[in-house]
């Protein structure tokens, strides 16, 4: 038995249609290996074609491409299932190089099934491949005209467009401007486009000038962008009583989907109760099938801080941290929770004690014993096997944020000092280990290092990387606790917050902005460093070299105010309209398919943000740039120009 792909191969998408007869379409099959062609078909005079596809090809991810002569290739993902007809055109072709972009090699899309099935549903918030259109996510709030999304959309497709048009020049130009240094031209548009999602910084001017030549999607960009990503903005939690309210950092289960930590009740500063769980594509679980039903809520949870983490079993667990007055929204003697993968809490009403005091991080080793950053209580305190009953009291340090495993087992734990303001002290990090006896957790060394130090992280060679906010510098610690570098004042970097180490051993480094009152941190930028990997970096680069413009990687406003969930603007109906939807930032998270997730932390206006009892801090959900990083663990990951 036999289903067919139905289609069209065309230039633009409602407007502007100009059917493209005579392109050669193949339909793949994407895997692990070499992607498995299905058939082919040659477009007849109105762009329309047919292929068989075999029932048991399903299952699968499947894309199809269409060359349209000489070197322009266009192409789209269908994902799983081939049903009604699709369109192939310049923003399908967009989506699919964008969100595979780390997943293609040598023109090939392959990888495992997660990486893929993450990618088939982030290129669907790219473009509509039933329609040609841009998707319903970008054309609506909080993407639409909230972010430069959708018009830096439209900008790539128009790229395309000059070359499926035959604007002369256009194609030769195209694959000119996206050649590395010393590189080749691309083999296609497929191939070049590839080598911008990856290294969107290069040529901007000169590729936005060649996007300007055929204006087939509109309204596109009217200005060159800072670097050619593409991100997608999400703020549904799944309950308009539960907004997003100051998301703190996200861990990946081992189905892509986002636990998130929410710090704070939208509009106030004080505690929230829940965390939320969002699909690999951004939108809420909603139980369907088994999966937990965003949000989550019970367990003890009484606004979570930064921590939060998945144990080798599956199981969520949350530091709980406390905002506002803290007579009514802290949690009492600290408390740790505890969930079920499908959100079903484990831990009591109360939470878990163990000697914890607003916990910080949280993270789980290997063996299950989860570690957690006693903000408040000055060390580090573990759960052997996840038991709280069996809690392990590490020696001393002054408010402990940050914690990373080597490969060995240990710790390495930051010491902020503080979060950052008013005061700034003196930080720390600090190494440890769990007794041969499982009794106590021992002080290998400390390193007086930063001031108000946040996130860790360690690279697959063993290296420490530390964001320091107080001096917005990101420091370098060889394995043997050896200061090896101190970043500052370079790609967008502006007080560091949250780190992430990519498949590359690059840092990318999500920012906070500076504090204090009368900061407006309105230009918020993701930066990525060059990491200490010889073997990855690229040749003559030294370690730390910004891989980011000056700027960072930005999200600009597309020219609408931002809208929380609910259409009220950011700061409420009276208050001043906000134009920045990438805000202030403390993670960057990098998921299977290569997908930079960026948390809104805090809104960008300190003076309305800080008041203890009467701020109104929490920042209004995430920020995805699709296709951006090589994953941390992904064997047919692309190499980066």
């Known amino acids: 038995m036999n289903n067919q792909l139905l289609g069209t191969v065309q230039s ?184 911008l999602a990856r290294d969107p910084a290069h040529n901007v001017a000169g590729l936005y000038g060649l996007a300007r030549a055929a204006e087939v999607f509109t309204p596109a960009l009217t200005t060159p962008p800072d670097a050619w990503t593409l991100a997608v903005k999400v703020n549904d939690t799944g309950s308009d009583d539960h907004l997003f309210g100051g998301p703190a950092n996200v861990a990946f289960d081992a189905n892509g989907y986002a636990w998130i930590a929410n710090n704070v009740v939208q509009g106030t500063p004080n505690s929230g109760n829940f965390i939320v769980v969002l699909r690999p594509d951004g939108t809420p679980a909603d139980g369907t099938d088994g999966e937990p039903r965003s949000p989550v809520t019970g367990g003890g949870l009484i606004g979570p801080g930064w921590g939060i983490t998945i144990a080798p079993d599956g199981h969520v667990w949350v530091g709980n941290f406390g905002w506002g007055d803290p007579t009514e929204y802290y949690p009492v003697d600290g408390t740790v929770s505890e969930f079920l993968p499908d959100g079903t809490p484990v831990s009591p009403d109360a939470g878990y004690g163990g000697g914890t005091n607003r916990v910080q991080a949280i993270e789980a080793d290997a063996a299950g014993n989860v570690w957690t950053a006693n903000f408040a209580g000055g060390n580090v305190v573990v759960f052997p096997g996840g038991d709280s009953t069996q809690a392990i009291q590490g020696p001393a340090g002054t408010n402990p944020f940050g914690v990373a495993f080597a490969s060995d087992g240990t710790a390495w734990v930051s010491n902020s000092g503080g979060l950052g303001w008013p005061t700034v002290d003196e930080g720390s990090v600090t190494h440890h280990q769990i007794s041969a006896d499982g009794t106590s957790v021992d002080l290998l060394q400390s390193i007086p290092l930063g001031s108000a130090c946040k996130v860790i992280q360690v690279d697959s060679l063993g290296n420490v990387w530390l964001a320091s906010g107080g001096d917005s510098t990101v420091y370098l610690i060889t394995p043997d606790g050896e200061l090896a570098g101190a970043f500052t004042g370079v790609g967008g970097m502006d007080a560091p917050w949250g780190l992430a180490i990519d498949g590359h051993d690059h840092v990318w480094v999500a920012n906070f902005g500076r504090m204090g009152l009368g900061s407006n941190y309105t230009r918020a930028a993701l930066t990525r460093l060059a990491g200490a990997n010889p073997a990855t970096r690229p040749e003559g680069m030294l370690t730390g070299h910004p891989l980011t413009p000056h700027t960072g990687y930005t999200l600009p406003s597309g020219g609408d105010p931002v809208l929380l969930r609910t259409g009220t603007p950011l700061y409420g109906p009276d208050g001043q309209p906000c134009y920045s939807p990438l805000m202030r930032q403390t993670s960057c998270v990098i998921d299977a398919a290569g997908n930079v997730w960026v948390v809104n932390n805090w809104k960008p206006d300190f003076t309305t943000d800080f008041p203890t009892y009467t701020g109104n801090p929490g920042g209004d959900g995430l920020v995805i740039f699709v296709g951006l990083a090589p994953p941390r663990v992904h064997p047919t990951a692309a190499t980066n120009p």
């Open 12 to 195: 633009g998408g409602t407007d502007h249609v100009l059917p493209l007869a005579g392109a050669t379409v193949t339909l793949y099959a994407a895997s692990p290996d070499a992607p498995a062609v299905i058939g082919t078909a040659v477009t007849d005079g109105r762009g329309r074609f047919s292929i068989d596809r075999p029932e048991s090809a399903s299952g699968a991810i499947h894309y199809a491409t269409a060359g349209v002569g000489g070197s322009v290739l266009l192409a789209a993902v269908i994902g799983p299932k081939v049903t009604g007809e699709i369109v192939i055109n310049e923003l399908t072709t967009v989506a699919a190089v964008y969100s595979m972009a780390q997943l293609t090699h040598d023109g090939a899309i392959q990888g495992s099934p997660l990486p893929l099935r993450v990618a088939a549903g982030m290129s669907a918030n790219l473009a509509d491949v039933r329609t040609g259109e841009p998707s319903i996510v970008l054309r609506t709030s909080p993407n639409a005209d909230e972010t430069i999304g959708l018009r830096s959309l439209r900008a790539l497709g128009n790229l395309l467009a000059g070359c499926v048009r035959r604007v002369p020049g256009a194609t030769y130009n195209l694959l000119a401007l996206t050649t590395p240094p010393g590189g080749t031209p691309a083999a296609d548009t497929f191939q070049a486009l590839g080598r």
